[in-house]
């Protein structure tokens, strides 16, 4: 039995095997299961900038692009299996959206020499390219994401918030764990009493750690959750009526998906951002006429707009940029792999790029380098108006704390480099 | 006109009693063997090892052990997916700690180190049953996953908590790390398969597999024919516990390379494997391998017809593979209640007496 469905298995991965001119940039996404309310916006948002590519532009560089997509549901083992096959097609980049997947593909993309893009996910400490040649995590990541929220506190408190306290609920896995230390060592500098609220998997049943916000009344709370986790989060808030203003969720909870089933009980909800929000861009013209209109958006083309698809064409145009550089430097339009990695090595994402894209005042401005594959940690705050629907931006972009980060991320990529026998090395 | 015993003389006690007693059966057995191991490492590529062939041979493993607990010794467990993190979790501070061991001796030591938690854990058995045990016994799922995700040194104070395995070798070879070569994963987790379902046979037929399965059928009799409940049941759940262990450890150091225990062995693991046990058979080692062919071939099988084949939106694929998967089990289970090890018995008297059935 199991020969037989082995080799239909293998007939049927033959002849999904994409030809091997084009540009390939799997989509390894998730539509189903508890995290698809993050995982189809971000999915349908990446898919529609390369068709917009394709449509408008006849790809990059004159080679067509393709897309094939595969389905993780968020788990990691469907996530190697995802990997595993479509690596062979060609492969250029991969953006995994799980933090779960992304630990596991680290020294698999290493051994197979296909960089790893994972924005505002993942290992924070794969910003020192010394050590994480493959993996590229710009424009920031989860500890900026932790200081720029303590950070818009020290700036509603004057600069002192050591007498207030703050309780951290979290995603209880390697996503949600990741900002303790970072959260750690900025109270040990400003003072503020930590509070660390895990929430398993995934993430319905939080009764409990709110009833413990409500006892405890910290001043602030910060959310790293996911998926149905955040809904459910805000919620119970609202229910508790805790102060929305002071309730701040990281780049993953900050979406119309979480708040709107909330209604009026959201409104005044922060979450931080390193991207701009809503659709009045020069871009969207553009995917309206070479793709909405043409009845090529993927999905059911009902979040065009919403934050987590506006990061599903930001990671999409990240990446296309990166490969216009890699066309650039090596002189071909058909990159492998390895051309790729210099291309997302040498991205510069400049105000004027950004505009000449359609996509003015979008995100903030950065360069990579060998040494720095995470950006310089720049993110703004979002908060939702209930009534208007909308989310907005209430901050300028703002630098994290470089000077407590810096060291951390030295310190953990360190330690993998000496547990995996790296040498690091620019 | 196959499986017959005619002709087929046997002269002696342990011919007699051999596992395939039908010659016929037995070159295809060692034609299965053979073809694992001599021919299908030549062939293997990244996407087999790591899609088909480890998944499965793990599963298999898993579904031996729990195979044992239940199907042999009739104790429900719901446990399996903590013992697998035990399991996970041994091999990784075993590997960490000491380097330089050869990594079959971390699986194995890992192995003993589950069949001790299990051990612990079997304890309440003597006192209760059926489902009042897996209750007894799903606290011990959430206990230990509880306890992997709250105590840093298991996971060697990392900040994710995640634990990762880096990279061990046997022989010169490495095993686990991204620089294994496909043959190497594959046949390192063959040889476990091999010798887990060897033990496990060989165990299940001799004293303490008839211990176990006087248990399961009336552990009062049992006991009165001079079965000691406590010795049975618990080395039920000691050996039952070091397969499961020795998959726990497969699945993360060769398998998966990373994991967060609250995602790879939370309850769901728990409950895939028991279906695996219930669907492929109760009380059979082939049918931990067909239960876990099914559960873990089947889906993939699907996902590459459906998007790959027919190009389905991959959401649409997914949801189908669960209506697919789901109305299959039930059509098994109402056709043959027995599992598909019973479905295999019974092609096999059919095709005894084929082409004359009269």
Known sequence: ?426 | MFYREAGDFKTSYTEDNQTFPIKFDRYRYYAVLVFAFAVVPFVINDYWVNAVFLPFLIYAIAAIGLNILVGYCGQVSLGTGGFMAVGAYAVYKLMTAFPDVSMFIHVILAGVITAGVGVLFGLPSLRIKGFYLAVATLAAQFFLVWLFNRVPWFYNYSASGQISSPERTVLGVPITGAETAPWAAYLFCLVFVTLSALVARNLTRGMAGRKWMAIRDMDIAAEIIGVNPLKAKLTAFAVSSFFVGISGALFFSVYLGAVEVGEAFGINKSFLVLFMVIIGGLGSIFGSFAGAAFLVLLPVLLKNALVGGMGWPTDLAAHLEFIIVGGLIIIFLIAEPHGLAQLWRVTKEKLRLWPFPH
């Open chain 1, 1 to 426: 039995m199991k020969l037989k469905l082995a080799a239909l298995a293998l007939g049927a991965v033959m002849a999904a095997g994409p030809a091997m001119a084009d540009l390939v940039f799997p989509s390894l996404s998730y539509r189903t299961g508890p995290y698809a309310p993050g995982g189809i916006p971000f999915a349908d948002g990446y898919a529609d900038y390369f068709t917009l590519l394709n449509e408008r532009d006849g790809g990059i560089g004159g080679e067509k692009i393709q897309m094939p997509e595969c389905e993780t549901a968020y788990n990691t083992e469907k996530g190697v299996e995802c990997y595993e096959s479509t690596k062979g097609s060609g492969a250029l980049v991969y953006q995994p959206l799980s933090t779960g997947i992304t630990y596991q593909l680290i020294p698999k993309v290493a051994a197979d020499g296909i960089p790893m893009l994972t924005s505002g996910l993942g290992r924070t400490s794969a910003k020192n390219g010394a050590v994480f040649p493959w993996v590229f995590n710009f424009p920031a990541n989860y500890w900026d994401g932790a200081s720029i929220a303590i950070k818009h506190m020290l700036d509603l408190n004057g600069g002192d918030i050591s007498d207030k306290k703050i309780a951290l609920v979290y995603h209880n896995s390697a996503y949600g764990k990741e900002p303790i230390r970072t959260l750690e060592e900025l109270a040990t500098k400003h003072g503020y009493e930590l509070t660390l609220l895990p929430v398993d998997h995934p993430g319905q049943e939080q009764k409990s750690q709110w009833l413990q916000i409500r006892r405890e009344k910290p001043d602030y709370v910060i959310m790293y959750g996911w998926g149905v986790m955040n809904q459910v989060a805000i919620q119970e808030a609202a229910n508790i009526r805790f102060p929305m203003e002071n309730f701040i969720g990281i780049w993953w909870s900050g979406s119309e998906n979480d708040v709107v089933p909330v209604g009026e009980g959201a409104h005044g909800y922060k979450a931080v951002a390193f991207h701009n929000v809503g659709d009045d861009y020069p871009l969207y013209d553009d995917l309206k006429a070479y793709v909405f209109d043409k009845g090529l958006a993927a999905g059911a083309g009902d979040q065009h707009g919403s934050v987590v698809y506006n990061r599903g064409v930001y990671a999409a145009m990240l990446v296309a940029e990166a490969a216009k550089a890699a066309q650039e430097i090596h002189g071909t339009a058909a990159i492998t792999p390895v051309m790729m990695r210099d291309g997302m090595e040498n991205l510069e994402m400049t105000e004027e790029k950004m505009t000449a894209l359609g996509l003015p005042k979008f995100g903030p401005e950065f360069k990579v380098s060998c040494e720095n594959h995470g950006g310089n940690g720049y993110g703004a705050i979002a908060q939702w108006d209930a009534t208007a629907g909308e989310w907005s931006l209430i901050t300028d972009y703002f630098q994290s704390d470089q000077e407590v980060l810096a060291p951390l991320v030295e310190e953990d990529s360190a330690a993998y480099a000496a547990e995996n026998g790296i040498e690091p090395g620019c």
